[in-house]
């Protein structure tokens, strides 16, 4: 565990100083505020909160236990749910050859400039560089049209876990942008659209899970627009979120119809029952680690991370506080007895018996680290046979009886999970701009909100949003075209080209 950073109060207290200093201190606060200075505060809090460590090599990073951890929570619901879904786990080698990364035009000019290859080995170079996959559509298709022959091979339904390298030059971020990350991409072939155009939707669904019920953050799902969406694909959906403290979007996840096009370029045919030659329609989708760096940017508060209790590693940390004279093993007894009746009830908890930092050291430590509830057992809960519990979201506190612990830190944990979402909701909410013009759209745009604009859906009208708009806050563009549309009046106009609008579409900056 770290120590106490200098000048810190946990540095500057005197071993087995005063009661009241004790109780006071606070420690280890983060530099940066989280309304004054979010890039900093959010690369701080990612490293006091032991998320992450900066590597070597630029746009790089070490993920820490307590960042797979969360990690590995996501994997177990999706993987379960896929697996439901009758969609098979499988590995792809990492590299690619030149010529089968190049056979779909679309699709290698949107990934071009992010491609990293692989040149030499030892001191001879390679005959013909080989590229490392920002992701492995090319990789497996090949195979696809090798394995695929009659009506009788469909569907066939694929997933990775695996890791991917797009070759960033625009500023990494931890979890959002980074050279490498880690994600799951699936790749599915189906006889028909109709089954694809289900797939879709159903697997757009599972990622709006993983962010509103496991990361507590509300997200919109639509469509992207022609020019957002994957190169060579026929549509995207995605889930967007928002930061409100930058007023960005940031697209959650994807899940993409591909059509046919893959299909055509890698000969991926099949015989239907009529015995006669047709393609197959694909899909392919994805999450990665960036749903992490989602989740410390929406909840993290000037204390450090805060974690929803569906996905912390600890839900509960146990504090014992002896004071002077307190009778100190029936105090550690208590902490022991509280771990295992928790641990018993299925609830992740964890006492921290370190006898090198103060209660007060501990109580900041785990708060920079996000655990959702915090309990405390000093003499005064010694002898009421109870437990005081101290809520990470809001700082409330409650006195638990003893016997009624299980049941009580469940209730609290689902109501800070709630709370988490309740409160991100509203945040977001209340960013979400209805405009109408061009004027109402620049001045909502320097408000750092997301807009829902009515717009023509022309492609050249998105073109000149984003030149129009460019700054030092990077242009603004479509988000999605939310599933959800409200109405549109006869007669509505676009905002940007004054053409009849033909949906309503969210537009903003973005990550």
């Not at 028909?192 to 019920?213: F, H, M, N, Q, S």
């Not at 639509?222 to 060579?232: D, I, L």
Request: aromatic share 10%.
């Amino acid at each position: 565990m770290a120590g106490p950073k200098p000048g810190s109060s946990a540095t500057n207290q005197k071993a087995g100083g005063k009661k009241k200093e004790v109780k006071k201190e606070t420690g280890l606060g983060l530099t940066n505020k989280k309304d004054e200075n979010f890039g900093e505060w959010y690369s701080e809090v990612v490293v006091s909160g032991e998320m992450i460590e900066y590597y070597d090599i630029s746009g790089c990073y070490i993920l820490r236990p307590w960042a797979i951890s969360i990690w590995e929570t996501m994997q177990v619901f999706f993987d379960a749910e896929i697996k439901k879904m009758k969609i098979k786990n499988c590995y792809f080698p990492l590299f690619v050859s030149p010529g089968v990364l190049q056979r779909e035009k679309d699709h290698i000019e949107g990934f071009a400039p992010e491609v990293a290859w692989v040149t030499k080995s030892g001191e001879s170079d390679l005959e013909v560089p080989i590229a490392i996959r920002p992701t492995s559509e090319t990789v497996m298709y090949p195979y696809y049209s090798k394995w695929i022959r009659g009506h009788r091979d469909l569907p066939l339904k694929l997933n990775q876990w695996c890791n991917v390298v797009r070759w960033e030059f625009s500023h990494p971020t931890p979890f959002i942008r980074s050279r490498e990350f880690l994600w799951q991409e699936g790749h599915t072939a189906f006889a028909t659209k109709d089954e694809a155009d289900t797939e879709v939707l159903e697997i757009l669904e599972l990622y709006r899970r993983i962010y509103e019920e496991y990361l507590a953050i509300p997200v919109i799902k639509g469509k992207k627009s022609e020019m957002e969406k994957f190169a060579g694909g026929l549509y995207t959906t995605s889930v967007e979120a928002f930061i409100p403290n930058t007023g960005r979007g940031i697209q959650g996840a994807t899940s993409h119809c591909l059509g046919q096009n893959f299909a055509k370029m890698f000969e991926i045919n099949f015989e239907n029952d009529k015995g006669e030659k047709a393609m197959v329609w694909q899909n392919s989708w994805a999450y990665s680690t960036r749903t992490i760096g989602v989740m410390v940017m929406v909840h993290g508060d000037d204390k450090g991370l805060v974690l929803p209790p569906k996905v912390a590693s600890v839900q509960v940390i146990i504090v014992p506080v002896p004071y002077k004279d307190a009778d100190t093993q029936g105090i550690f007894d208590a902490c022991s007895a509280t771990l295992d009746t928790l641990t018993d009830a299925g609830i992740r908890a964890e006492v921290d018996s370190r006898d090198n930092y103060s209660p007060g050291w501990k109580y900041s430590h785990w708060e920079m680290k996000g655990v959702p509830l915090r309990i405390e057992i000093g003499p005064k809960d010694l002898a009421n046979n109870q437990v005081r519990a101290v809520r990470r979201d809001n700082s409330a506190k409650k006195d638990i009886p003893r016997d009624s612990l299980v049941e009580q830190v469940k209730e609290l944990l689902e109501s800070i999970q709630q709370s988490l979402f309740d409160a991100a909701k509203v945040k977001r909410d209340t960013c979400i701009q209805v405009i109408n013009t061009w004027e109402e759209f620049t001045e909502a745009l320097s408000q750092k909100k997301m807009i829902l604009a009515p717009w023509c859906d022309e492609e050249e009208v998105e073109k000149d949003v984003k030149t129009r708009t460019k700054g030092e806050m990077g242009a603004a563009k479509t988000l999605c075209s939310p599933f959800d549309q409200p109405a549109l009046p006869e007669g509505t106009k676009c905002f940007a080209s004054g053409k009849p609008a033909k949906k309503w579409s969210y537009w903003g900056r973005s990550y």
